[in-house]
């Protein structure tokens, strides 16, 4: 039996009492134990603070910069393991692993180029300086700086590589030390991306560490200075923001919550649109990538009520064409869901949508006498409005289409009714309908996703997040922002306005190029 491992204050520490048994979600045999007892989280927090933060801080961006980059490699040359591991544990396919891992690599990477961009230095000036006094010899100018304290990273199951990496990549290069924790059901793939991580000896002392395991009174040990950058649902990220400590010391909380995610056709769109083949093809990713447990698949479908029919046939033809089976072998398209809770939750959820439903494919039944297996599930939603459509995330390879007039009206209506979203797609080559759907839609999404004939061919998916732009949305999917490459740094510093004379803080803390004459 495997033991993960925790890295913290510079050692790899085995759980002494309780570890939690992780499965092979396809056979269901225990394949290794999870556990964080023993660790003193207090002295954790501090060595990150006093040993790794003065690290990180000892070096400007472009430095910092370096080491995300060895880091990426470092990922990458484990690249073969991590697909295998992942698919033993989590059910993860070849590619669904690959999107993990790559996404690891990448998102590091885009850092690494942002940071050689910031140079060598250890603030950033924020926007542009302003006149305060009579003359522009009194001039105040915004500046971030990197905050003294540790990150907390708490992370969600679905994205063992990718979600440590995003969080390590914006806070490293922030110079911030990190502190990360797993989601427990794919600890083993987390543990072999950390140890590839540790192993590469590329950052300081206390700049990472990696809790695999519950963080026990960890919370208790954060302060004013420190980070909580949660992903994972809505409920565990209220419980979480709602801490007495972190509270009381306005510890600062960013949360990744869950999100319906809607994809709206425009009422333009017929099967001879280019965008419609786009639109058939994201849902059968989204639906199927990961078994569905993706926080950015989509869970709503918007139909016009004219294509209703074309939409069922075509779907149905399409996920019943999924192979479904053991990840490993190379002609699954679907796995199975990560776990035995994950299975049990996803099949009370799809009972609830079906109270409301009917189901076109698939169904809450298990499709197989051993492992988490599911069916790709479409509904199709007797009643539009039933809260349940709109308020219940079911995690795994279930969508509800929710025929729709067509009306801009009527899809803002209903995709803003999902409560804040991570992300929405539209699909139309109607100018004026995507403009109104853009604009009532934006307040209520992080991302907005909009694909017409002429970028058809070559719009990267919906189910994507990119380091370049932000990730996150406001309301239930949890109010946080993530990644857009500066934005992301942003929560890991300090924003102090400068007062004072123009040719020391407008010269020394302003944007370069921008000095006053
Ligand atoms: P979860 O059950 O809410 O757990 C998320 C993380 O919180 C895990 O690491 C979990 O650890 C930890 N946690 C739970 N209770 C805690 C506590 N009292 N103190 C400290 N940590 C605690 O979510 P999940 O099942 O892992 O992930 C699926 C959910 O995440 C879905 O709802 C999905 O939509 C959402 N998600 C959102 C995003 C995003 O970027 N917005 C990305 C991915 C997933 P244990 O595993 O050890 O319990």
């Known amino acids: 039996?495997?033991?993960?491992?925790?890295?913290?204050?510079?050692?790899?520490?085995?759980?002494?009492?309780?570890?939690?048994?992780?499965?092979?979600?396809?056979?269901?045999?225990?394949?290794?134990?999870?556990?964080?007892?023993?660790?003193?989280?207090?002295?954790?927090?501090?060595?990150?603070?006093?040993?790794?933060?003065?690290?990180?801080?000892?070096?400007?961006?472009?430095?910092?910069?370096?080491?995300?980059?060895?880091?990426?490699?470092?990922?990458?040359?484990?690249?073969?393991?991590?697909?295998?591991?992942?698919?033993?544990?989590?059910?993860?396919?070849?590619?669904?692993?690959?999107?993990?891992?790559?996404?690891?690599?990448g998102t590091l990477a885009a850092y690494a180029k942002l940071g050689a961009e910031l140079g060598e230095v250890n603030f950033l000036p924020d926007g542009d300086g302003a006149q305060l006094g009579r003359t522009g010899r009194f001039w105040g100018q915004h500046v971030r700086t990197p905050r003294p304290g540790v990150a907390l990273h708490v992370n969600a199951f679905n994205f063992p590589c990718w979600g440590m990496a995003e969080k390590l990549a914006q806070s490293l290069l922030a110079g911030v030390p990190a502190i990360s924790k797993p989601g427990t059901p794919t600890a083993l793939v987390a543990w072999r991306c950390a140890q590839a991580i540790v192993a590469s000896g590329v950052l300081p002392d206390g700049a990472f560490q990696f809790v695999a395991g519950s963080t026990g009174d960890l919370l208790d040990h954060l302060g004013p200075q420190d980070h909580?950058?949660?992903?994972?649902?809505?409920?565990?990220?209220?419980?979480?923001?709602?801490?007495?400590?972190?509270?009381?010391?306005?510890?600062?909380?960013?949360?990744?919550?869950?999100?319906?995610?809607?994809?709206?056709?425009?009422?333009?769109?017929?099967?001879?649109?280019?965008?419609?083949?786009?639109?058939?093809?994201?849902?059968?990713?989204?639906?199927?990538?990961?078994?569905?447990?993706?926080?950015?698949?989509?869970?709503?479908?918007?139909?016009?009520e004219a294509m209703l029919d074309a939409v069922v046939e075509e779907l149905k033809v399409r996920l019943g064409a999924v192979v479904i089976g053991d990840p490993a072998d190379e002609a699954t398209r679907m796995g199975p869901l990560t776990d035995a809770a994950a299975l049990a939750t996803v099949q009370t959820g799809m009972r609830q949508l079906l109270a409301v439903s009917e189901a076109l494919t698939g169904g809450p039944e298990r499709i197989r006498d051993r492992g988490y297996f599911v069916a790709p599930t479409l509904l199709l939603a007797n009643d539009i409005d039933a809260d349940v459509l709109h308020e219940l995330e079911v995690f795994g390879p279930c969508a509800t289409i929710?025929?729709?007039?067509?009306?801009?009206?009527?899809?803002?209506?209903?995709?803003?009714?999902?409560?804040?979203?991570?992300?929405?797609?539209?699909?139309?080559?109607?100018?004026?309908?995507?403009?109104?759907?853009?604009?009532?839609?934006?307040?209520?999404?992080?991302?907005?996703?909009?694909?017409?004939?002429?970028?058809?061919?070559?719009?990267?998916?919906?189910?994507?997040?990119?380091?370049?732009?932000?990730?996150?949305?406001?309301?239930?999917?949890?109010?946080?922002?993530?990644?857009?490459?500066?934005?992301?740094?942003?929560?890991?510093?300090?924003?102090?306005?400068?007062?004072?004379?123009?040719?020391?803080?407008?010269?020394?803390?302003?944007?370069?190029?921008?000095?006053?004459?």
């Open 228 to 304: 909580l950058a949660f992903t994972g649902s809505a409920a565990t990220g209220a419980k979480l923001k709602g801490h007495a400590r972190l509270i009381g010391t306005n510890c600062r909380v960013t949360l990744e919550a869950d999100s319906l995610n809607a994809a709206i056709l425009g009422p333009d769109v017929d099967t001879d649109a280019d965008v419609w083949g786009t639109f058939l093809g994201n849902l059968v990713v989204d639906m199927t990538q990961k078994t569905g447990q993706k926080c950015t698949a989509v869970r709503r479908i918007l139909v016009p």
């Open 1 to 105: 039996m495997i033991r993960i491992e925790s890295y913290v204050r510079g050692a790899w520490h085995t759980a002494g009492a309780d570890p939690r048994p992780l499965h092979d979600p396809t056979t269901e045999a225990a394949i290794a134990e999870c556990g964080s007892a023993g660790i003193d989280f207090g002295a954790v927090v501090t060595h990150g603070r006093d040993v790794g933060g003065p690290a990180l801080r000892s070096v400007g961006f472009a430095t910092r910069a370096g080491w995300l980059k060895a880091l990426s490699q470092a990922i990458h040359e484990r690249r073969d393991e991590l697909i295998a591991v992942s698919a033993r544990n989590g059910g993860a396919t070849r590619g669904d692993a690959k999107f993990d891992i790559d996404g690891a690599t």
């Open 402 to 517: 929710l025929p729709y007039t067509g009306d801009a009206a009527e899809a803002i209506r209903l995709a803003n009714r999902g409560g804040g979203g991570l992300v929405a797609s539209l699909y139309s080559n109607d100018k004026r309908w995507s403009e109104d759907v853009v604009l009532g839609i934006a307040p209520w999404h992080g991302r907005l996703w909009i694909a017409n004939d002429k970028v058809a061919d070559q719009a990267l998916q919906p189910g994507m997040v990119l380091p370049v732009t932000i990730h996150g949305g406001p309301g239930r999917a949890g109010g946080g922002e993530e990644l857009g490459g500066r934005f992301g740094m942003e929560f890991y510093m300090q924003r102090t306005a400068l007062q004072g004379d123009q040719g020391f803080v407008g010269r020394r803390f302003g944007k370069p190029g921008s000095e006053p004459a």
